[in-house]
């Protein structure tokens, strides 16, 4: 079975700072990979899925991850973010032969001014 | 397109009462549907996956018996929390996945709120 690591609950970031948050994933088989972001009180929005192809994988509001095989790694990146981006992000796994889709603990993204 | 509808948003209850939550897809057929299950500040834990005219399938640790799934339709699932007691209170969110024209993915409903007083 899956299972998906963030190591980091919380991120506190200055206003146009550069941020990565990270995951890593466990899979007997290939995956899919996503990143989504919650805001207080709302659902999940999509930000960006790794599906196959070129392993740079650009989303919404200016993020990108990469997926790294050999690391089982597919970190999130923001190059300068803002106020706005405070709130929840998770990395999700599912796996190719399943159709379950495994969330991360989460990461809460505080950006401050 | 691949919308899914979650109703009620928010639902109070009384403790040893049974609340129903229905999710449905608007404009696809989902064979499957996933119910998700979400304490405050904490990620989303998987309940149970739902099959179209079959029994769900259940997480470890999940009661079936308390957590009565129904997947009667191509675009209907509904979760019942039988007899709901306080530590049932969380934000239940329910997925379908989706296929189609080479794109793979999920979509969520907006969640439901359940507090059991």
């Known amino acids: 079975a899956q299972s998906v690591t963030q190591l980091d609950s919380q991120v506190p970031v200055f206003e146009e700072a550069p941020v990565e948050l990270r995951c890593n994933y466990s899979?007997?088989?290939?995956?899919?990979l996503f990143w989504y972001v919650q805001y207080p009180n709302q659902g999940l929005q999509l930000l960006l899925k790794?599906?196959?192809?070129?392993?740079l994988v650009k989303g919404i509001n200016g993020f990108e991850a990469e997926f790294n095989k050999s690391q089982t790694s597919f970190h999130l990146r923001k190059p300068s973010v803002h106020i706005s981006d405070t709130a929840e992000y998770f990395c999700?796994?599912?796996?190719?032969?399943?159709?379950?889709?495994?969330f991360g603990t989460g990461t809460r993204l505080q950006v401050f001014p | 397109g691949a919308v899914v509808s979650q109703h009620p948003s928010r639902v109070i209850c009384k403790s040893g009462t049974s609340v129903k939550i229905e999710c449905r897809s608007l404009?696809?057929?989902?064979?499957?549907m996933f119910w998700y299950r979400q304490f405050p500040k904490q990620s989303l834990m998987l309940m149970a996956t739902?099959?179209?005219?079959?029994?769900?399938?259940?997480e470890q640790g999940v009661e079936k018996d308390k957590f009565l799934i129904n997947h009667a339709s191509l675009t209907l699932s509904t979760l019942t929390v039988t007899s709901a007691h306080p530590e049932d209170s969380s934000f239940y969110i329910c997925?379908?996945?989706?296929?189609?024209?080479?794109?793979?993915?999920?979509?969520f409903g907006s969640g439901t709120r359940l507090t059991v007083v």
């Open positions: 999700a796994v599912s796996e190719r032969n399943t159709d379950k889709l495994i």
């Open positions: 997925s379908a996945s989706f296929t189609g024209a080479g794109i793979y993915g999920y979509t």
């Open positions: 739902s099959n179209e005219g079959s029994k769900a399938t259940y």
């Open positions: 899979s007997s088989v290939s995956v899919y």
């Open positions: 404009d696809f057929q989902a064979t499957t």
């Open positions: 790794y599906l196959s192809g070129s392993t």
